[in-house]
């Protein structure tokens, strides 16, 4: 890390005290991570986000008594459209993955992830990035039994090129490799992933995917 980088400060939310210690532990023995006091509930997450302005979230999406993940997410966008939220799930996606990503969470990482995982996955979110370990969010989201809402009735038009870059977004490929296997240009792989959500109303990658899943132009193996 370079010496003049700004430190990321993460805020830890997970109703298991248990895991908000050892997310922490992970993250705080990284030098260019900073941790803030992990909070236990959806209201306390948002007074929190109110007075110290994270750089990065981390979001446990069932949470219990009170608020849960899914809208304490929606009202710290509602804050702050920029805010770079981050779910924490189980190994085992649950319900409420599908719902707190279409709020605004920008990805998803299991609370068991190895720590060059977590590691990655919150400096990708603090620096703007798209954390495009979502491999396998597609099958996660068919798994947790989430219901999404319907998509309309007609769905947006796609060029061939785009359908295929979709597919390959959704098998958790990267734009180097999407664009290696198109024989184009990252640009141009960018281009499409760009177009396509705008077309189908994505604000980031992980909503891109759920879309391709609602409008069935990706079903899981």
Not at 42 to 51: H, K, M, N
Request: net charge negative; charged share 25%; hydrophobic share 45%.
């Amino acid at each position: 890390m370079s010496a003049d980088a700004p430190v990321v400060r993460v805020l830890i939310v997970d109703d298991d005290r248990w895991t908000t210690r050892a997310v922490a532990a992970v993250l705080g023995d990284d030098p260019g991570l900073t941790v803030l006091e992990p909070e236990h509930s959806g209201e306390d997450a948002i007074a929190a986000y109110r007075a110290l302005r994270p750089d990065v979230v981390l979001m446990d999406v069932n949470m219990a008594p009170g608020m849960n993940g899914i809208d304490a997410t929606a009202e710290i966008l509602r804050l702050d459209p920029a805010a770079r939220i981050v779910l924490l799930t189980t190994v085992s996606p649950g319900p409420g993955i599908a719902r707190a990503l279409e709020a605004g969470a920008i990805a998803a990482v299991a609370k068991t992830a190895a720590e060059e995982v977590l590691v990655d996955t919150v400096r990708r979110a603090a620096a703007g990035e798209a954390p495009l370990r979502l491999g396998t969010l597609a099958e996660d989201i068919v798994i947790s039994g989430d219901v999404l809402p319907e998509a309309p009735a007609t769905a947006p038009r796609l060029t061939e090129r785009e359908r295929e870059t979709l597919r390959l977004l959704c098998q958790g490929l990267e734009y180097e490799q999407i664009a290696q296997q198109l024989c184009v240009e990252v640009s141009t792989v960018k281009s499409h992933a760009r177009s396509l959500r705008e077309k189908l109303g994505a604000a980031n990658h992980a909503q891109l995917i759920i879309q391709a899943v609602k409008h069935k132009y990706f079903t899981p193996a």
